[in-house]
């Protein structure tokens, strides 16, 4: 039990003695309650919340209460001091022996420090990335990919169970017309084609290869026959080859799904006829005619009898159809019927899509909560997390593109030159839904200022440490921990705060969180290191001291252990040395 959860049930504890005797109505909602540092870190050690929460359904003052919970917890053998801050926060300071029974903790638990079973029982269905397969990936798919992967990562190491889901788009206009660029490159191996390829094809090189592999294999078979004899087996080459690129790519930056489903068999399957039915049933789909675009008059415009989803009852502007009026599925229909069958599988849903598409999200969303309802535990909990695309930059100044993809910089040209764990950390510095530069220079120059250098130099210079220490006889001990003061227990403070990071993370459906942390963890380290410099006495490795340097040994090595559980939450190796 690590430091946030033991005092977390200390609280309860006397929330119970205050129950058992008539101070608190029993059966309060204690949901919202709280243990964290306070804000500053003068105010003592922990604060809770506990009295400010439960004064009003308690019928009582929350300076009064406070005062209750204090007494119970002033009995804590390991607090030393309890105060009430304002109208009823409370503050508590905590003995020595807390911090050095963390630094045991740690090293117990090793990299299990900061797993949890918060999501035990619960499967996850988490998608992401789900690209069009008509190209390589390039730095927009880099952000969503790592993003949810990291998102992934997180909710397994809280105990979920989570299915990582790719979804192949493979079933619209985009692949007709990737089989027609097929085509084109077909004929152009041939010798049939020359210049530049005509407007509407997809012109990058990467389609060359397959190309050529069909004209080997075909010969001019196709060449100059009728569109519909070649488009089905083309169309279905061209996507076997772009999701085989697509898992190559995703493949460099450490991204493997669990699940790649199909459009196009998910139709094939009657997905979409059977979410519609659900649906009507619920009188949530209806006949009915789309009204004329605002601001635009048109002409010939004339109604058309839809299928329409309730859309405006959840607050969108208007119903939304699911089918065209030529009978196929829109965009929304199929992907509703998506969703469906995703959540046959998983109690909760995920999607990281880009931030393009913020304007469809709750219509999804209340199809998912209709889809869902006669579900014994209610409609399943579903999350989107929109990602924001990143400039790519070069010493501030904005990239060219590559001629390789035709319009953009791939995905592998970034992780080859810069290398997945700087790509990986980097995406995870900032929110997914903020602006992001990504300035090839900057992202691996070695200063405090790269938060990816910044952490794991902190990671490498605790093995550097362990080295030097090895080299004059000195080794990590435990024996006399009491020697850590102020300054060490401030550090370890800071280390204990990570398993309430990681629930906290997994909650909310934020792994940028873990990188923030895993920031101001190393600058505390690097903080308490360079004391050393001005005060020879805190130094880490003093030969003259072995006592001394055993325990800051110690601590130093549990420090780097939470350090390298962060770094394996974002797929990012722990340096060892730099």
């Known amino acids: 039990m690590t430091l946030y959860t033991l005092f977390t049930q200390h609280l309860h504890e006397a929330l119970d003695a205050l129950e058992a005797a008539g101070t608190l109505p029993a ?19 922990l604060a809770t919340n506990a009295a400010m929460v439960l004064a009003k359904p308690a019928g009582t003052n929350p300076r009064a209460l406070a005062e209750a919970i204090a007494g119970e917890l002033r009995k ?17 300071r905590l003995a020595p022996s807390v911090w050095t029974d963390e630094l045991n903790a740690i090293t117990r638990l090793g990299a299990d420090y900061g797993r949890s079973e918060l999501g035990k029982g619960v499967t996850v269905n988490i998608e992401y990335v789900s690209a069009n397969p008509t190209g390589p990936m390039h730095m927009g798919h880099c952000r969503g990919a790592v993003v949810g992967d990291a998102l992934a990562t997180l909710l397994e190491y809280s105990g979920h169970k989570v299915i990582r889901e790719y979804y192949i788009n493979d079933a619209g206009g985009q692949v007709d017309v990737l089989a027609r660029s097929v085509h084109w490159r077909y004929r152009e191996a041939l010798g049939l084609e020359s210049g530049d390829m005509p407007e509407g094809l997809y012109p990058g090189d990467y389609l060359v290869p397959l190309a050529k592999e069909l004209a080997t294999e075909l010969g001019d078979a196709h060449a100059n026959a009728p569109e519909a004899d070649w488009l089905p087996s083309f169309r279905k080459r061209a996507v076997a080859a772009m999701m085989d690129m697509i898992r190559a790519d995703l493949a460099l930056l450490g991204i493997h799904h669990d699940v790649f489903s199909s459009e196009a068999e998910l139709q094939a399957a009657g997905k979409p006829e059977a979410a519609e039915a659900v649906l009507r049933a619920r009188d949530l ?75 469809t999200v709750k219509r999804i969303k209340a199809a998912v909560a209709a889809l869902t309802e006669d579900r014994a535990s209610g409609p399943a909990r579903f999350d989107v997390r929109l990602v924001q695309m990143v400039k790519l930059m070069r010493g501030g100044e904005p990239l060219k593109m590559s001629k390789r993809s035709g319009n953009f910089v791939t995905l592998a040209d970034v992780v080859n030159e810069v290398g997945k764990d700087v790509a990986r950390f980097t995406m995870l510095t900032r929110k997914a839904d903020a602006q992001m530069e990504f300035d090839f220079e900057k992202v691996v120059e070695a200063s405090k200022d790269n938060p990816v250098f910044y952490v794991q130099y902190a990671h490498a210079r605790i093995h550097s440490i362990m080295r030097k220490a090895a080299s004059e006889g000195l080794s990590p001990t435990a024996d006399h921990l009491d020697l850590l003061g102020s300054e060490e227990h401030a550090l370890i403070a800071m280390a204990a705060q990570f398993p309430r990071i990681v629930e906290a993370a997994a909650l909310n459906r934020e792994p940028h969180r873990i990188a923030f942390y895993l920031g101001d963890l190393a600058a505390a380290f690097h903080a308490f290191f360079n004391l050393g410099n001005d005060r020879p006495e805190k130094r880490i490795v003093m030969a003259h001291d072995p006592a001394t340097s055993g325990a800051r040994l110690f601590m130093a090595a549990n420090i780097g252990q939470v350090i390298a559980n962060g770094l394996a939450l974002m797929a990012v190796e722990a340096a060892t040395q730099m």
């Open 76 to 92: 804590i053998e390991a607090v030393t001091a309890v105060e009430i801050a304002g109208p009823g926060f409370l503050n508590l």
């Open 27 to 45: 059966g309060l909602d204690r949901g919202a309650l709280t243990v964290e540092p306070p804000r500053d870190p003068a105010h003592g050690d």
């Open 285 to 359: 789909v209806y006949d009915g005619e789309l009204e004329a675009p605002k601001g635009k008059v048109i002409e010939d415009w004339e109604p058309v009898e839809l299928p329409l989803f309730r859309s405006t009852k959840f607050g969108d502007d208007q119903d939304r159809p699911i089918r065209k009026s030529d009978g196929s599925w829109t965009y929304f229909g199929a992907d509703l019927a998506y969703h469906y069958q995703k959540a046959e599988t998983a109690d909760q849903l995920i999607d990281i899509w880009g931030a393009d598409h913020a304007g």
